[in-house]
């Protein structure tokens, strides 16, 4: 099978990052050790410190945050699964403010009669209340998508990037030219995580897990609500769930390392409801069952493999959050968070008045 190389992996690296962007070819993150290194990286030390300590939402108005997952494809709006969760806010009336258009050369990246608002960065508006979406990333913590193009007057680090490091289950997340390379080989050409990338895992993401928290907590009171719009059963859920919530979906609540069992923390663990986390497993389950309807409306086939199929690549968006029967939840939750803010104010208006 050959000696692996870390530059054999740049060519589909650097693909991913679409014009004008470019890949940074130290910001190459293929394995949990090499996530642990990134946070010593001199393009994103000075941002985990921005974004845990400096960072601040405007604070004009009634707000609501949206924590949605990173993408392979960078800038992220140009991932076929923000387009579809930006489509889904678009229709439900959320209307970007027009002060985040990206460079010309991204719209090549859209489909034919897609909205260019897709694209924009800027906060989303309706009716009085602003939405700001944010990233969550490995190993950047928090992206703000207002800081997904620019960031400190020159390219965002968000779009020069590449990290598939914390997903063992693709079978590639490992660095075998490290002298900590731990992970065995089967004759297929998959990999699997030994104790040295087991015990990183858990310090990167323990490490981001802290970020996070920071973050949210610091600015948490600038927010009606916070939603987070994360896949079940991977690391990005993991980052934010508590240890029940863990325990109920099945993820682990530890990893075995090199020196023994390591705990793995959520968000939630150190702040206590402070994400409303989903889709939630029924809503998932709910998804699953309208598409099954939708695709036999549609004349397609709709068998249970088949629809676990279509469903798994999100019926053409990646991954089953752009699914339009999933992103429904999405859009619900908002406007119920919306409803609330607005008989807040109402309430305090009344208690004024009396």
Known sequence: MGTA??????ADSAAKIKPPFEIDPTMLFYSPQENVDAFEHPRI?????????????????????LIIPCTKSKPYPTSREHRSINRALLRAGWVPDGTGKPPEALYSTLDSGDDPRLLDSGAMFRNGIALDRIVISEPLALV?????????????????YDDPGLFESR?????????????????????????????????????LVGFIHETLARVSHHYTAIGAW???????RSFLINSAQRRAEGLPMSR?????????????????????????VGQLEQARSDLAIRLEHEGRKHSAGTVRAVYARGDGHDTPLGLPELLDHLTAWLDKQSRLDKQSKLDKQSTSVG
Not at 5 to 10: I, P
Not at 144 to 156: K, L
Not at 263 to 276: E, F, K, N, Q, Y
Request: glycine share 8%; aromatic share 10%.
């Open 5 to 10: 190389k870390k530059k054999d992996r740049f």
């Open 45 to 65: 030390a000075p941002y985990l410190r921005w974004i845990a300590q400096k960072w601040q939402p405007p604070t004009d108005g009634p707000r609501l945050a």
């Open 144 to 160: 703000p998508y207002t800081h997904v193009y620019t960031w400190q007057n020159g390219p965002s680090p968000a779009s020069a």
């Open 171 to 207: 079978g590639t997340s490992v660095s075998p030219w490290r002298d900590d390379h731990t992970a065995t080989q089967n004759a297929s050409g998959k990999w699997t995580w030994g104790p040295a990338e087991r015990e990183a895992y858990v310090q990167a993401h323990n490490t």
């Open 230 to 236: 994360t896949s079940p059963g991977l690391t990005h």
């Open 256 to 280: 075995r390392g090199a020196s023994g069992p390591v705990t793995l923390r959520g968000v939630c663990d150190l702040a206590p409801g402070i994400v409303d986390i989903m889709p939630t």
